[in-house]
């Protein structure tokens, strides 16, 4: 494990991939400008989806364009290019955009076309920015607190409102309103100081488009501000340098856990009797340099609590000055991997090291002591970057003091209630018992077991009641098949069956009053403990 992730930094040339087999890749799109000096052919007044908005429909004669099939967010065509005034030289440009965004910007031309409407615009960009799976814009509005199913209605209901254009001609201009949006983003771009226009650029765009955007993000009380704020969030520091940015935002988040974040949320488990381990982690993150502590110990023994444990205490302010406010991620099970992934100069370990060495980067490793002497200590520059923290299997009093402290989550977990006798007895059988394991991990998966048959047996039917009604069953499939005979000996099993039932039947009504009485009460302590 350790307490941070270094993001995959890849350069990506166009895609081929965003056109058919066999044509090559789309680098502009071209259609005739809308008629400049025209007039809107009507309004058209609708209800929106939370408020009245007001839409001029537009409306020009122009160019009978080729149009591809689209496949999932892409469109496939070997007809190149948008001309329009967002360049100097009068084309949408690929080289100008990232990936995810000219993918929507070649689909939106489709969009047009399945909705019938001759002009390419604002909305139909919005659509198929919606419309790409796991797409920056849907984790733009989602940070910002918009559901993007909804977003996506509205977008829907407009678009229907625009006047339909049936005929070859549908998706064969571009509006100015999407000009004019390239445009905005174009200048957004450069005021982030980004290389490429991507997608949280047309995002910002939209907050000035008048006839679509402006409305649509008012009525869904979405302000400039808290646009910027979740891009903010997602971006981070990072700079569009080249024309796959998107799949480097959060990196983190994809790829660890924000252990602060879980501890600040009330997820994380108590952590009991790692005073010393974490004291000794939190003054080796104080140190200048080489601040970069590493849990060495057996599997079970509880190195990742320690890390819990610290973030417990960021939350809390229990830690020095220069730990307050930080974040504790999680990110590689173990710290051997962070060398020989590549066994070159690329590999993770030579790529921290500089990092690690200067205090850039504090980093806490988890490994055990067999596998820290097999890929740690066989480099010298990596393991003088880490400060050694022996983390000891406790004993069984101090087992059974972490247990009374994990036993209310087990209790609210399993709806079960633990005794203290039981929490004993699992410390010190399995202490006994249990060879080749450590504690406290293998007593808290006894608990979490038993805990776990028991539930079973109270939500599920018992045993008992169970192999009581599969007798019944057998001894009523066997009367039905004596009452036709009618000899003695079957008239004397018949009747003795009828006494065999009738006590099994009276033992069954009380276990299953029983159980149904155990459930409904192990329920409402559920209930009540979750409150």
């Known amino acids: 494990m350790a307490a941070a992730v270094s993001g995959r930094h890849c350069l990506l040339a166009p895609s081929p991939s965003t056109c058919s087999r066999g044509h090559p890749p789309i680098t502009s799109i071209s259609f005739p400008l809308a008629s400049r000096d025209r007039r809107p052919l009507k309004a058209v007044k609708a209800r929106t989806w939370s408020g009245s908005l007001r839409a001029a429909a537009e409306g020009g004669g122009g160019f009978l364009g080729k149009s591809g099939r689209r496949s999932g967010n892409r469109l496939r065509s070997s007809h190149v290019g948008v001309r329009c005034q967002a360049t100097k030289d009068g084309k949408i440009a690929q080289q100008d955009f990232t990936e995810m965004g000219w993918q929507a910007l070649v689909a939106s031309p489709e969009v047009a076309k399945e909705s019938k409407h001759q002009i390419v615009e604002t909305e139909h960009l919005m659509k198929a920015l919606l419309e790409q799976k796991n797409g920056l814009a849907r984790r733009i509005f989602s940070k910002a607190g918009i559901d993007n199913t909804r977003l996506l209605e509205a977008t829907d209901k407009f678009i229907q409102l625009q006047p339909k254009v049936y005929g070859e001609s549908s998706g064969s201009m571009l509006g100015r309103d999407l000009e004019a949006l390239v445009q905005r983003a174009r200048e957004y771009m450069k005021k982030y100081g980004d290389s490429f226009i991507s997608v949280e650029h047309l995002i910002l765009a939209y907050t000035e488009d008048r006839r679509f955007g402006k409305q649509l993000f008012k009525d869904f009380q979405l302000s400039l501000d808290a646009l910027t704020s979740s891009i903010k969030a997602i971006r981070g520091r990072q700079n569009v340098i080249d024309q796959d940015p998107e799949g480097k935002y959060e990196s983190l988040e994809k790829y660890g856990k924000d252990l602060t974040a879980m501890a600040r949320a009330g997820k994380l488990d108590p952590v009991i009797g790692r005073d010393d381990e974490i004291r000794r982690c939190i003054q080796i993150l104080s140190r200048r340099t080489k601040n970069n502590p590493v849990l060495i110990g057996e599997p079970g023994v509880g190195k990742t609590a320690i890390s819990e444990g610290l973030a417990q205490r960021i939350v809390q302010g229990d830690v020095p000055q220069a730990l307050m406010n930080r974040r504790v991620c999680t990110s590689s099970p173990t710290l051997n991997k962070l060398d020989g992934a590549t066994n070159g100069a690329m590999d993770a370990g030579n790529l921290l090291k500089p990092m690690l060495g200067r205090g850039e980067l504090r980093c806490i490793g988890a490994t055990t002591l067999d596998e820290y002497r097999k890929y740690i200590e066989k480099d010298p ?151």
Not at 460 to 487: F, G, W, Y
């Open 381 to 531: 520059a990596l393991e003088r970057r880490f400060q050694q923290v022996y983390v000891d299997q406790p004993t069984v009093e101090d087992t059974i003091s972490i247990l009374r402290g994990l036993r209310e989550r087990y209790e609210l977990h399993h709806g079960v209630r633990i005794s203290d006798g039981a929490l004993v007895e699992a410390a010190m059988l399995s202490d006994r018992y249990i060879s080749g394991r450590f504690l406290p991990d293998k007593a808290i998966d006894l608990v979490d077991e038993a805990a776990a048959k028991l539930k079973m047996e109270i939500t599920s039917k018992p045993t008992a009641l169970d192999e009581i009604d599969r007798s019944v069953l057998k001894l009523e499939m066997e009367r039905l098949s004596l009452t036709n005979d009618t000899d003695k000996a079957s008239r004397d099993r018949l009747s003795r069956l009828d006494a065999e039932l009738s006590l099994l039947k009276e033992k069954q009504a009380q276990l299953t009053e029983q159980w149904e009485h155990e459930k409904s009460v192990m329920t409402r302590i559920q209930s009540i403990k979750e409150e």
